[in-house]
Nanobody, 120 residues
Framework: QVQLVESGGGLVQTGGSLRLSCVASGRIFSGNPMAWYRQAPGKQREWVATISTTGNTNYAGSVKGRFTISRDNAKNTVYLQTNNLKPEDTAVYYC??????????????WGQGTQVIVSS
């Protein structure tokens, strides 16, 4: 039972943009803060950004000012607009519950992610 489906990744040049999307099941999405994460080759998965149910956002320092997280509650969808991409942004991007809520709810599943490759 697939509950998180990410899309929108691709190959872009340095300075380019991509808009990532994630459709989540209602059980996950409704009433919970959502987040984007990424995992670069050979590295651990890291948190990128969070959006609350009311639209408040928070970002990792490495993406602040370049990435924008948003959500459409009617569509159970969370987005990540990525601008001014850098080679170090190359990673598989995942959406999921905010880290704190993953721990509180004991949610362990992940989607397949979407690959972003930024060429120099």
């Amino acid at each position: 039972q697939v509950q998180l489906v990410e899309s929108g990744g691709g190959l872009v040049q340095t300075g380019g943009s991509l808009r990532l999307s994630c459709v989540a099941s209602g059980r996950i999405f409704s009433g919970n803060p959502m987040a984007w994460y990424r995992q670069a080759p050979g590295k651990q998965r890291e948190w990128v950004a969070t959006i609350s149910t009311t639209g408040n956002t928070n970002y990792a320092g490495s993406v602040k000012g370049r990435f924008t997280i948003s959500r459409d509650n009617a569509k159970n969808t969370v987005y990540l607009q990525t601008n001014n991409l850098k080679p170090e942004d190359t990673a598989v991007y995942y959406c999921n519950l905010d880290p704190q809520y993953r721990a509180i709810l004991g949610y362990s599943a992940w989607g397949q992610g979407t690959q972003v490759i930024v060429s120099s």
